[in-house]
């Protein structure tokens, strides 16, 4: 599972509160990132991380922020919670080698 | 830019049949290509990547630069291959980018 663990891994909420989804890696690798992955549209990335404290945008970064404090945490932060938000979250590392290993996924259902 | 297209929602056969899942890809330059697997609720596990020329459970995938596709292969379909299926591209090994993938249902 190359070390990666996502906490909560399923949580219900109601529209407008903030939540953050935490992926949390044992394995000191640079890259760490957000996807969420919705029927028809496959997984889409959210936001991305190079190193602490660099981060950039993907391709759905409208309505997230994340912050990466340390190297094993990357934090995912709905500001205000929408019902489009409903989805399966997953963190995933690039390896050392080039592939991407994913955690085991994070379940929102937004009320 | 660069996207991943698997134009099959739904591939449906019975056991034993031969298996192919759709990948293109638009990228100008030369890309890593992936084929992951997610069997039900589960994480997605890596099936294989180009550029080892591996075959993992009977699966193979060939780059083909002209059409611009990676198609997955299996002669012989399982049932324990019924699973989510996507083909992913990266292009300087710091993002990926996937398809919207394909479930294969292998019918007994």
């Known amino acids: 599972d190359a070390g990666i663990t996502q906490s909560p891994r399923h949580k219900v909420t109601e529209t407008g509160t903030p939540v953050t989804l935490r992926c949390h890696q044992t394995e000191n690798h640079r890259y760490m990132y957000w996807y969420r992955q919705d029927p028809g549209h496959g997984l889409r990335l959210i936001h991305y991380s190079y190193g602490v404290k660099d981060t950039d945008k993907g391709e759905v970064s409208d309505g997230y922020s994340v912050s990466r404090s340390k190297t094993e945490d990357f934090l995912l932060t709905l500001e205000s919670a929408t019902s489009s938000q409903t989805s399966v979250y997953f963190c995933?590392?690039?390896?050392?080698?080039?592939?991407?290993?994913f955690g085991q996924g994070t379940r929102l259902t937004v009320v | 830019a660069q996207r991943v297209t698997q134009p099959e929602k739904l591939l449906s056969v019975f056991k034993g049949a031969p298996v192919e899942l759709k990948c293109n890809y638009s990228?100008?330059?030369?890309?890593?290509l992936f084929w992951y697997v997610q069997y039900s609720r589960q994480r997605l596990q890596l099936l294989l990547r180009h550029i080892s020329r591996e075959s993992i459970k009977g699966f193979t995938a060939d780059l083909n630069k002209g059409e611009t596709s990676f198609h997955l292969k299996k002669p012989f379909a399982q049932e324990e291959d019924s699973a989510m299926y996507y083909c992913a591209l990266s292009p300087n090994f710091n993002k990926f980018y996937f398809g919207s993938g394909t479930k294969l249902n292998v019918k007994p």
């Open positions: 995933a590392i690039r390896g050392q080698g080039t592939e991407a290993f």
């Open positions: 990228y100008s330059g030369s890309p890593e």
